[in-house]
């Protein structure tokens, strides 16, 4: 019988050891009265405690896998709970493991009327019906374009409009020769994360981190180093201690009203950061998901890439957020040889994102319509923003937050680090409502009890109406 224990998994140990089991009795590679190996020999065999192994064993004991005999063992029952084909069929593949480690997707499955979990937009906020007609046209006109491959490196009317756009809204300079499109922000990530980093070489992310990109590089076994943030962003002081001690390759930041927290990073900081790319050769990957979105006023800080003299900055800047999730459409700028290994890596991915809807978003950013767009949008987010600040803020005796200048997202922080955050999230998925726990933005298990809500997906009233309900479980945990 051999069984594999994820360690990095979200799946608890127990489960991993029980779910194998179970496999091997479901496919008869464990017959009726066989004895499974005492506590201590399966314990010591797979590197776990006992009390994890008698918890496994509990578990088949109560599902009907297995019963225990005091002072004799653990036996597979002679008769087990009749399974349907599809679930035998299934369980099998619990033994031979699985490479994905983690994924902060599989956190808030549930689908709920009041879903504050994701860093997406309401969608009738968004240009839906403009989109929907500049599809339906360029099907009319050429129909051609569902059976056409578009370029490796994307349309390149598409990234003459985004040049224009980057010098426009970023005050960057680049050329269409230095500009991939990409599937979205995350698909950014990943051709990066392909393309320069293998497993063992060391990267630095912010702490608390996006989620998403946390779980690409733990699934690629990358050596990840958190640093922890300030009001001011990455904390550089101790970001030049990790250089010295582990020559990072690449270091993730999300600068612009970062996911999950909100925070800004200072154009200090930004500077100190390339200084330090310059200094220890690394590359400095900058997630630009959310700096359109900023309320109140324009807030004066340019792209880390503006700063860039010596092509350490791969800048991705995603279009998907502000104008269509389903669109997909991200850019990626780069200098230097890495760009050529960029392309390389989208081409051996999915040779080119889809020409469609490429040609889709040309209208929108060739006129005005985004600029009017997006000023709405900010409008939208931050009535919604103050609905939340003002709601949660009743709770100050038990939460903290600061309220932050842009983006779709507020982390709050439990005053009691005992309070269990997943009793929270199960109270709250029983009243229709979910979040995104804080363990889901961080590498390594943490004491402090937090938490992100999204208010970008859902309507005014359901906002309301759902934080209100979240407020009234939080008070009488």
């Not at 990455?234 to 030049?240: A, N």
């Not at 390759?249 to 970062?258: C, D, G, H, R």
């Not at 929270?424 to 402090?448: E, H, Q």
Request: hydrophobic share 40%; net charge neutral.
């Amino acid at each position: 019988m051999k069984i594999q224990i994820h360690k990095k998994s979200a799946v608890p140990f127990y489960l991993q050891v029980g779910n194998q089991i179970a496999g091997s009795i479901q496919s008869g590679l464990l017959l009726p009265d066989e004895k499974l190996p005492s506590l201590r020999l399966l314990a010591d065999e797979l590197s776990i405690s006992v009390l994890t192994v008698r918890k496994a064993y509990k578990w088949l004991e109560k599902n009907g896998y297995a019963i225990v005999k005091p002072g004799k063992g653990v036996f597979i029952k002679k008769k087990i709970n009749k399974t349907s084909q599809t679930e035998i069929g299934s369980n099998w593949q619990q033994s031979l493991g699985i490479n994905v480690v983690r994924s902060q997707y599989l956190i808030t499955r549930e689908q709920v009327k009041y879903d504050f979990s994701k860093a997406v937009v309401y969608p009738r906020l968004l240009p839906n019906k403009f989109l929907a007609e500049e599809i339906q046209k360029l099907l009319k006109d050429d129909a051609s374009i569902l059976t056409t491959y578009g370029p490796v490196q994307g349309d390149f009317e598409l990234r003459e409009e985004i040049t224009k756009h980057l010098y426009e809204f970023q005050k960057i300079k680049c050329t269409t020769e230095n500009l991939v499109i990409t599937s979205g922000v995350q698909q950014g990530i990943d051709l990066v994360a392909q393309a320069l980093l293998k497993p063992g070489d060391s990267i630095v992310v912010e702490s608390p981190c996006y989620g998403g990109a946390l779980d690409i590089f733990i699934n690629k076994g990358i050596h990840i180093i958190p640093v922890e943030m300030d009001k001011e962003g990455i904390r550089s002081d101790l970001l030049e201690d990790v250089c010295v001690k582990f020559t990072p390759k690449l270091i993730y930041v999300n600068p612009a009203f970062q996911n999950p927290t909100g925070i800004s990073m200072s154009n200090d900081r930004r500077n100190e950061l390339i200084e330090l790319a310059q200094q220890y050769s690394f590359f400095i990957l900058e997630d630009d998901s959310f700096s359109d979105i900023y309320f109140e006023e324009a807030i004066n800080y340019l792209p880390i890439k503006y700063y860039d003299k010596l092509n350490h900055v791969i800048y991705i800047k995603g279009f998907s957020k502000t104008l269509a999730p389903g669109v997909r459409i991200a850019a990626l700028l780069a200098n230097g040889p890495i760009l050529d290994w960029l392309i390389a890596v989208k081409a051996s991915m999915d040779v080119g994102s889809p020409l469609l809807t490429q040609k889709a978003i040309l209208p929108f950013l060739r006129s005005d319509r985004m600029r009017n767009h997006v000023e709405k949008l900010r409008t939208a987010l931050q009535i919604r923003r103050d609905t939340s600040v003002d709601i949660l803020s009743t709770l100050n005796e038990k939460l903290q937050f600061k309220i932050p200048n842009g983006g779709f997202n507020l982390w709050l922080n439990f005053q009691d680090h005992n309070l269990d955050i997943f009793e929270l999230l199960r109270k709250a998925n029983n009243d229709n409502i979910s979040f995104l726990p804080g363990v889901a933005c961080y590498i390594n298990p943490t004491d402090v009890s937090s938490f992100r809500i999204s208010y970008s997906l859902v309507s005014e009233k359901d906002l309301s109406d759902g934080l209100e309900k979240l407020r009234d479980i939080i008070k009488n945990m």
